[in-house]
C-alpha cells in the first residue's frame, strides 16, 4: 500500500490502465475510439486530421493509419470540400453514430453516476485540474467549448441563416447545436 504521497498519481495511472484495456472492443482500439469521439465533439473548423493531430498530440501519419483503419470498418469518411478541393473534412458515418452509443467508456459515466452530485462534481474539477496540468508540461494543446471562447458572439447572428451566434475570428453565424463543440481555434478569457 502506498501512503498519501503519490496516492493520486497511482489511482490515475491505474484507472487510466484499465479503462485504456476496456477499449479493445468492437474490433477497435483505443485510438480508433479516441478519434470517434474527436469527430463526434468537434467543430466544422477542427472535423480534419491536422486538428486531430494536434489533439492527439501525435504525428499526421500515425493519425492518418488510424483514420484509414476507420474508414475500411465503415465508421468515419473523409469528404474533400468546396472551396478547397484539397481540405479533408472529417465526418461519422451513420454505423460509426450507432457504435458511440456503445462506446466502452460511457460505463466510467454510468458508475460515477451513482456518486453524490457534490462529489461528482468535484471529481470532474479535480481531474481537469490535474488534466490540464499535465498538457501543458506534454506540450498537447487543450480544446475548449465554443461557448466559453473569448471569441464567442452569443445571439450576434440572431437574423442570419445558420445563426443565431458568431465566431469573432471567423465572421460566421453558428447554430445553437456548435456552440457546444470542442474548437482547434479556441482562446480562452484572460
Ligand atoms: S468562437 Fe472560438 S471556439 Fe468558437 S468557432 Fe470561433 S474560434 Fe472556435
Redesign the pocket.
Known sequence: MWGMCGEVGNLIDRAGRVARGLQFVEGLSPAQWEALRYVARA?R?SRNPSALADFFGATKGTVSQTLIALEDKGYLCRERGAPDRRAVRLELTPAGEVLLDRDPLLHIDEVAAALSPAARAALIDGLSFVLRDLQRRAGVSDF?V?QE?C???AAAADDEPGGPHR????GEP?GDS?KELI?V???AHA
Open positions: 467543430n473548423y475548449g465554443c471562447c471569441l464567442f458572439c465566431c469573432g475570428l471567423t453558428l456548435e474548437c481555434m479556441f482562446q
